[in-house]
């Protein structure tokens, strides 16, 4: 019995991402230059890591709301366009309102938050294809950013809403730690309470759900809310971070990125089982191959071929087939 003792699903899961951010960090570590060096300017840390966790974050963030609509089944390709409003809509109320600043978080929460149930309206109550409801405001979204802004990049000077992503505590940027208080909160929620099992019944078959009394027309209407005010407050650190919004490029390929760390986190696009933390590792994977590739000198419209054959190596590994020939070969290895 001992010859077939196998890892526990959650740690296969996590092994290849985590094996693949540790490979790369030891290639930086030998190959890269300064990708580890921090100085200490002006009270505040600058360097190559710091950059990649305060846009770790802003993936992550989207990533968290992408999980579960992910879990459901379906998947959000509107999170771009709706950091894109988000941020309009905070940069508008800063500009031209003078809001308190409590008042711009809740008004950008509220813009993705509302741009999230109308996507699960679309897909809950409608019943349309996933990829085809998010599709619209994909497309719509940055038509409305620009009506918000006129079709201008807006800037601001607003002491609060620009620290929210260019301070740091512990030395750590305040984007990371929101991203680690929000998947915190997420996973306590999802784990603790009944909520993260509807999710992954309604994900593995909707329909049985139904039958045994589960609403899962709720369940989606609230995971795509939910993705949208996670897109929300994605866009309020990205606006704070360049202090402006620009709804031409604010969260532009965004949704490739959510989704790709989702996926190479282990949650299966199919629905189902999923993990935060792998979306979280993800994230910062992804991130820092990115900085890898700039800072080895490799062109923007290059970047993404190294980027897409880096997540296929990591999901091919991820596959059932590849998983089980390789619990396979440890069990015949230890009898």
């Known amino acids: 019995m001992g010859s077939e003792k196998r890892f526990h699903p959650a740690i296969m899961t996590l092994a290849w991402p985590v094996a693949a951010l540790a490979l790369l960090v030891v290639f930086n570590l030998a190959f890269t230059p300064g990708f580890f060096g921090i100085e200490l300017r002006d009270g505040r840390f600058f360097g190559t890591p710091i950059d990649v966790l305060n846009h770790a974050a802003k993936v992550a963030i989207v990533a968290i709301g992408m999980t579960l609509v992910i879990a459901t089944g379906g998947v959000d390709l509107s999170v771009g366009a709706v ?173 490739l990125d959510a989704i790709l760390a989702v996926v190479i986190g282990g949650t299966s696009l199919s629905g189902g089982r999923f993990s935060l933390t792998g979306s979280l590792v993800g994230a910062i994977l992804i991130q820092t191959l990115t900085k890898t590739m700039y800072m080895h000198d490799v062109s923007a419209d290059v970047a993404p071929l190294p980027k897409a054959i880096a997540v296929l190596a990591v999901c091919t590994l991820q596959s059932p087939v590849v998983k089980d020939r390789i619990a396979g070969m440890f069990s015949r290895g230890s009898a």
């Open 83 to 255: 950091v894109a409003i988000s941020g309009a809509v905070a940069a508008m109320f800063v500009t031209r309102s003078q809001a308190s600043f409590p008042l711009v978080i809740l008004a950008a929460l509220a813009a993705g938050g509302v741009a999230g149930l109308c996507n699960g309206f679309l897909v809950a109550r409608l019943r349309l294809q996933p990829i085809v409801a998010t599709l619209v405001l994909m497309v719509a979204g940055r038509g409305v950013a620009q009506l918000i802004t006129d079709g201008l990049i807006i800037t601001f000077e607003h002491r609060a809403l620009s620290s929210l992503a260019n301070t740091a505590f512990a030395f750590i940027p305040i984007p990371a730690w929101i991203a680690l208080a929000l998947a915190t909160a997420v996973g306590l929620f999802t784990r603790r309470t009944a909520a993260g099992m509807f999710v992954e019944a309604v994900g593995d078959n909707d329909r049985a759900c139904r039958y045994a009394g589960v609403n899962d027309r709720a369940i989606k209407l609230g995971v795509y809310a939910f993705c949208g005010v996670c897109a929300g407050l994605a866009g309020l650190v990205e606006c704070s971070y360049i202090k402006a919004a620009d709804a031409n490029n604010a969260g532009l390929f965004l949704e």
